[in-house]
């Protein structure tokens, strides 16, 4: 909790001023910094413990159905209706760029990697994976609508964003996230290239991720998606090692 709590990027103030500005909050007592880190923390706890519906976080009586007591989430300090009009009022500050879908979570996701790899040591072995954030509403694109979805059938959650993440082992907390924004972003990222070179797309997205312990002499495993010959030596140049399952199937196992 307390790792998340300094990760996050300062956002609150200003957070606080948008949501005490929006229609849902007219009338209501104003939203304050502590208060909109109780409705994060309420965030997180949701994650701990999925239900099918958000009202059930507030249930007080359990019902014959339920097979363990119920969330009461009241008891975290902040009502149902209170956390629903925060829900409702909450933005991020977008740059008004048009031509960037992702542009109003995008400072959000690079403050979180810069926050996490300046506060936490982390030790000798760090972990690249993928995460998804699941999507349950229909609407796609648009104002209103994720820019890109993905489906990954072997996820647990297979709709929604998907994010190429590193962790660090011993501790088990993410310390970057890539966000897969889709076909056309990743070959501009691509073609962008990693310190003036370019990579194969696998191969970017994990120095990227890297980047912030390049010469740290640190141990990296990836699953088949990130490992191949040339990822370990694109690491080795890094002084990084690398550990992964690599497919037999791919030319040169590249």
């Not at 909790?1 to 990027?9: E, K, M, Q, S």
């Not at 009461?72 to 409702?88: A, K, P, V």
């Not at 994976?129 to 072997?154: A, C, Q, Y």
Request: charged content about 25%; glycine content about 8%.
């Amino acid at each position: 909790g307390d790792y998340v709590l300094h990760a996050l990027p300062d956002f609150w103030a200003e957070s606080t001023v948008r949501v005490n500005a929006h229609s849902r909050m007219k009338g209501r007592s104003l939203c304050t910094v502590d208060e909109l880190k109780v409705f994060v923390g309420i965030m997180l706890a949701m994650c701990v413990q999925p239900l099918k519906r958000r009202s059930d976080y507030w249930k007080v009586r359990p019902s014959a159905a339920d097979l363990f007591p119920p969330a009461d989430f009241n008891r975290l300090g902040m009502s149902e209706d209170r956390w629903e009009r925060i829900w409702s009022a909450l933005s991020f500050e977008c740059n008004d760029d048009e031509d960037d879908k992702w542009d109003c979570i995008r400072k959000f996701i690079d403050d979180w990697n810069e926050n996490s790899a300046g506060m936490l040591h982390c030790g000798w072995l760090l972990c690249l994976d993928e995460s998804m954030s699941r999507w349950l509403s229909r609407t796609k694109g648009g104002d209103k609508g994720i820019p890109h979805s993905s489906f990954v059938k072997r996820k647990p959650e297979p709709t929604g964003t998907e994010m190429k993440t590193l962790a660090d082992c011993d501790t088990g907390c993410i310390v970057q996230v890539e966000v897969q924004e889709g076909k056309a972003a990743n070959k501009i990222s691509d073609a962008a290239g990693v310190d003036g070179i370019v990579y194969q797309h696998h191969i970017g997205v994990s120095l990227r991720l890297t980047k912030p312990w390049w010469k740290s002499g640190r141990a990296v495993i990836g699953d088949s998606w990130f490992a191949s010959v040339s990822n370990i030596i694109a690491h080795l140049q890094k002084d990084m090692y690398f550990v992964g399952n690599i497919k037999t199937a791919t030319r040169g196992f590249c």
